[in-house]
């Protein structure tokens, strides 16, 4: 069976499953029975400073749904703890001391100066945990306060922040990154020019998700009025996998620990990020979703795929899919694909000739002999997979590789072996210099 073992910064866990910062890691009781229910670790809510903030007494989360009600995109308003320091550093200290063999990591998040740093972590240091997530992420409440993103967006600040903590600390120190910002390689390049341990990615990306038509308020709404929160679920994780990606395949920062966070559902989703170099996954808007039990189905999804492919431990195959994520520029031009329609699995839905007739490239059949029938027209497919996407019958389009020395029936021209990209192609006005 697989060893889901976890040693991240040497911080050990029995698999990489841990909770986000969010309110499922708010107190002790939810904490453990989020152990008790197989989660490896958790990152405790974030703590500030004494007094605490005050959260909205009303509406603090918005949705995006399927058409069958499932959650796709999650948003809310929520700020940090509202808890009292002092509980909340009790409970922390209680919650390892009973589960020793377990994560537990404590995100923080104080104005950006020097001595509120010192201060929150010396005493978070006395519950013996066993790392802290400074929390550069937030892009709602705390940001207007100069925290949060705030933070994120500036290098330097990250830097400087992260230079202060190491100092101060004997714990492992993770950065935990904004998405909200032009290029994640700036912030992950500063995190570890101050001396941070890792990096933690993605935080919630800011938005609006709905206006209620009657009130004329962005929803969630707090007495007819509401603000931007933070975007999270199952629709962020292609936003957070190509940002663990730009960081894993960076000259700067490639090779620095990354825990993964945004839209973990699923245990392929799991194992897709640490392909991409995750040490551990943070998940919170499945277990909100869903209830702490879900981490039983990730547990043992992940370990029956490792044991279907053949790999013993995480790391057989940790970051095997860096090397295979490349700039568009670099792409083999002569790989030349077309679409194949199962007819055995085709239900006539017609999906696939209405995308392809109405927006691209009308290479689909809606009749042959009269009858309805829906094949490709390989003289016209540019292999874009467009119908793949939007049949409802899985495996029932699929891609074919041209073999190299065929004809290509759209462009008349034979296949070409080898690999050639936009660099050189002739076409391109630059490719002399590129090639030089």
Known sequence: ????RTNFLGIKSPNPFWLASAPPTDREVNVTRAFKAGWGGVVWKTLGEDPPIVNVNGPRYGAIHGADRRLLGFNNIELITDRPLDINLQEI????RAWPDRAVVVSLMVPCEERSWQSILARVEETECDGVELNFGCPHGMSERGMGSAVGQVPEYIEMVARWCKQHTRMPVIVKLTPNITDIRYPARAALKGGADAVSLINTVSSIVSVDLDTFSPNPSIDGKGSHGGYCGPAVKPIALNM???IARDAETRGMPISAIGGITT???AAEFIAMSAGTVQVCTAAMTYGFKIVEEMIAGLSGWMDSKGYATLDDFRGRAVPNVTDWQYLNLNYVTKAHIDQDLCIQCGRCHIACEDTSHQAITAMVDGRRM????????VGCNLCVEVCPVENCITMVPMAAGAVDP???RTVEPGYANWTTHPNNPMARQAAE
């Open 93 to 96: 200290k209680a919650v390892k």
């Open 1 to 4: 069976m697989a060893d889901l």
């Open 244 to 246: 663990v990606a730009e």
């Open 267 to 269: 245990w392929r989703d």
């Open 374 to 381: 829906f094949t490709v027209k390989d003289e016209e497919c």
């Open 410 to 412: 759209r462009t008349g």
